[in-house]
């Protein structure tokens, strides 16, 4: 049985064909490449990837997060169709609410389509809730976006939720024949 080492990591211009490529499978191209060189080089915007290795380097899922004030707008959040279901999701969101609590954020929101079933389970696992629902918000085919929103970034006992949810991710993974290299920030 082969292991992969699966690493959470800061993404730069040296992975934008993959990142476009994730994009492409998962959004059927949402952002053109300008957009996401100016997230890479925006000091208020984070881009990280989850990375298999040794076999070759492959970024297998993305996600992006605005720090504006004290909040965090998760923007983008894609795991690539091949490797969806094995935690890799949750990883990706952990590492943006790791994000956020170390910049001091205060709360973090998003917005999803309201037939997004996978992603509003995931985010209600960490502890988002629905704020409120813009009307007709997509306009591919009208549908309504849900908004999310999760508050308490920044209470004492979050560092040790996102320790939890660490160790639970990990064990996930594992099933899946991956090993999380912890190293991240
Ligand atoms: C949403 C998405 C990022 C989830 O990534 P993933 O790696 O498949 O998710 P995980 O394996 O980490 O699963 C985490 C949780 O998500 C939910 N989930 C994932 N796939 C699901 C599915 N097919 N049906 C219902 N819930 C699902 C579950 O709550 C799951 O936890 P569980 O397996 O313990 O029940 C992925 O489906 C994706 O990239 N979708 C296309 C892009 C997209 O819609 N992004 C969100 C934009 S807001």
């Known amino acids: 049985?082969?292991?992969?080492?699966?690493?959470?990591?800061?993404?730069?211009?040296?992975?934008?064909?993959?990142?476009?490529?994730?994009?492409?499978?998962?959004?059927?191209?949402l952002w053109t490449i300008e957009a996401y060189q100016r997230e890479l080089d925006s000091p208020n915007s984070d881009i990280i990837g989850v990375i298999a290795t040794p076999s070759s380097l492959s970024l297998l899922g993305i996600a992006c997060v605005w720090s504006i004030l004290e909040e965090a707008h998760i923007t983008i959040l894609a795991v690539h169709p091949q490797y969806q279901g094995q935690g890799l999701?949750?990883?990706?969101?952990?590492?943006?609410?790791?994000?956020?609590?170390?910049?001091?954020?205060?709360?973090?929101t998003l917005?999803?389509?309201?037939?997004?079933?996978?992603?509003?389970?995931?985010?209600?696992?960490?502890?988002?809730?629905?704020?409120?629902?813009?009307k007709r918000y997509y306009q591919d085919n009208g549908e309504d976006a849900l908004i999310?929103?999760?508050?308490?970034?920044?209470?004492?006992?979050?560092?040790?939720?996102?320790?939890?949810?660490?160790?639970?991710?990990?064990d996930r993974l594992r099933v899946y024949h991956w090993h999380?290299?912890?190293?991240?920030?």
């Open 180 to 185: 999380l290299i912890p190293e991240f920030g």
């Open 89 to 108: 999701g949750q990883l990706l969101l952990w590492g943006l609410l790791q994000i956020a609590h170390e910049r001091s954020l205060e709360r973090a």
């Open 111 to 134: 917005e999803v389509r309201a037939s997004n079933k996978a992603a509003i389970s995931l985010y209600r696992k960490f502890g988002f809730q629905t704020a409120g629902r813009r």
């Open 148 to 170: 999310l929103w999760r508050g308490d970034l920044q209470r004492p006992h979050f560092p040790q939720q996102l320790d939890q949810w660490q160790d639970s991710i990990r």
């Open 1 to 29: 049985m082969n292991i992969a080492n699966l690493e959470l990591q800061h993404l730069n211009h040296s992975h934008i064909s993959m990142i476009l490529e994730i994009d492409r499978a998962c959004f059927g191209g």
